[in-house]
């Protein structure tokens, strides 16, 4: 799980501060992994080298609402629903946070390598290694 803590101006004007979480299982990257022609990673490497701005916008967008969840007070479950998506994405936390993974790079990086689990991460490092020395 990644807590990201982001900070933005609430609709009434005031500064916040809100710790967001984060979370992709195993079995969530798989089914991502497997649902795309080439894998996850593949149709990853092939937006950022078509330089094809509004797949990497839907792509992103699409990698937030499906990690994002709350999790359960006794610390078993990461809950994920429709609603919660919903509230999610009508607040300027939201918004904070989408602008700054759209517009750089190296944050976006950062942020699926937290929210992907760790041994996963290095498995797809290791395939776009072997992709860039093709």
Do not use: C
């Not at 979480?21 to 990257?29: G, Q, T």
């Not at 976006?108 to 020395?133: H, L």
Request: net charge negative; hydrophobic share 35%.
């Amino acid at each position: 799980m990644y807590k990201k803590t982001v900070t933005y101006v609430d609709f009434d004007g005031n500064e916040r501060t809100e710790d967001l979480y984060f979370n992709l299982m195993k079995s969530e990257i798989l089914e991502m992994e497997l649902g795309v022609s080439g894998g996850l990673s593949g149709l990853i490497q092939r937006i950022i080298q078509a330089h094809d701005v509004p797949s990497i916008v839907a792509e992103v967008k699409k990698f937030i609402l499906a990690a994002y969840g709350k999790k359960s007070p006794d610390g078993k479950r990461f809950v994920k629903s429709k609603e919660f998506t919903d509230e999610f994405t009508q607040t300027e936390a939201y918004s904070q946070l989408f602008t700054e993974l759209v517009t750089n790079a190296d944050s976006v990086a950062d942020f699926i390598n937290n929210v992907v689990p760790e041994d996963v991460a290095k498995q797809m490092a290791e395939q776009k290694k072997q992709a860039d020395t093709k």
